[in-house]
């Protein structure tokens, strides 16, 4: 078993076929397939499941991803701490909520890569859940999610508090007014995973909205923050999101804050990574200068929802 056949396995599984991962590693694909086949007689195990639209990885090849990453994963991070001489270079996979990407990294990004040009920097974006299933599948080095979570694997660092509102058109300006269209209304979210859709869920349960009826029939899931404000400024919905998004958005002014409950009127953006994971001088020194940039935060004291 050697590092070549490891970066393979893991990029037939992130690709789906064994043609797009030969692509990815620059090879051909007859190497890629007499590689996999090297792997699994040397394991005594099917890594994978042919099918005509490509492979998926066998239940011991699902337990098999999880060390080859982390195998890679501490080569990457002995070779980087054998050469950087503690001097931040070489990638950085960082990972972020939609929002956060949107309102609150620009500064911090900016900057960190007018101080440290060396390093590659790369921003993934995705629903909480998603970040966390990367951070522990060593696919991203560190991600900023919504909320603390039970997991021993990860190491979590409270960065800031984000304000969250239910946001409507500019046309409802209480929150009775909105709570009393609210079985006619669609909730914008974004996919199963997000903190603020499940913050939403919740709140509505907790409200007793659920069990009287009252909550909007309609969901819809988006892909993008624009489109998601877009379609609540347009009146077509609601949504939840941090109100700093709904302030700071080109739309502003065709939109309205409305305040929740304290229960859930705020919440924490963490920082995550690998507990096992030895952060390297790039990691290092943008931990240290997202500590910096959030404290106090860029955005200046936190404005409340416009009171009703």
Same mark, same amino acid.
């Given at each position: ?62 337990? !098999? ?5 982390? +195998? ?5 991070? $002995? @070779?980087? &701490? #054998?050469? /950087? ?74 960065? !800031? ?5 239910? +946001? ?5 300006? $209480? @929150?009775? &007014? #909105?709570? /009393? ?94 507990? /096992? ?32």
């Amino acid at each position: 078993m050697d590092l070549r056949q490891l970066k393979i396995f893991c990029a037939v599984v992130d690709h789906g076929s064994f043609t797009a991962a030969a692509e990815a590693v620059h090879t051909v694909q007859s190497n890629v397939t007499m590689r996999v086949k090297e792997l699994e007689a040397e394991l005594g195990q099917p890594l994978f499941i042919r099918r005509r639209s490509g492979v998926m990885p066998t239940a011991a090849g699902e337990v !098999f991803l999880g060390y080859a990453r982390r +195998i890679l994963q501490l080569t990457d991070e $002995s @070779r980087a &701490a #054998l050469q /950087d001489g503690g001097r931040p270079a070489g990638p950085l996979r960082l990972g972020a909520m939609e929002t956060t990407a949107a309102i609150r990294l620009p500064r911090l990004l900016g900057t960190y890569r007018a101080r440290h040009p060396e390093v590659r920097m790369s921003l993934t974006t995705g629903t909480t859940a998603e970040l966390i299933r990367a951070v522990e599948s060593c696919q991203l080095d560190g991600a900023f999610i919504g909320g603390r979570h039970q997991h021993p694997a990860l190491v979590q660092e409270a960065l !800031f508090d984000e304000e969250l509102a239910l +946001i409507s058109t500019s046309d409802i300006t $209480s @929150r009775d &007014a #909105l709570l /009393d269209t609210l079985p006619d209304q669609t909730v914008f979210v974004f996919r199963a995973g997000c903190f603020y859709r499940s913050t939403l869920e919740s709140w509505f349960h907790q409200a007793g909205l659920v069990p009287s009826g009252l909550v909007p029939e309609q969901v819809m899931e988006m892909g993008t923050l624009d489109g998601i404000l877009s379609c609540v400024a347009a009146g077509m919905g609601i949504t939840l999101l941090p109100a700093s998004v709904a302030r700071n958005a080109s739309l502003a002014d065709a939109l309205h804050c409305h305040a929740l409950p304290a229960g859930v009127a705020t919440v924490t953006t963490v920082f995550i990574r690998r507990r /096992d994971s030895l952060p390297g001088a790039a990691l290092k020194a943008f931990m240290a200068l997202a500590r910096a940039t959030f404290q106090p935060s860029p955005l200046g004291p936190p404005q409340p929802a416009d009171p009703e």
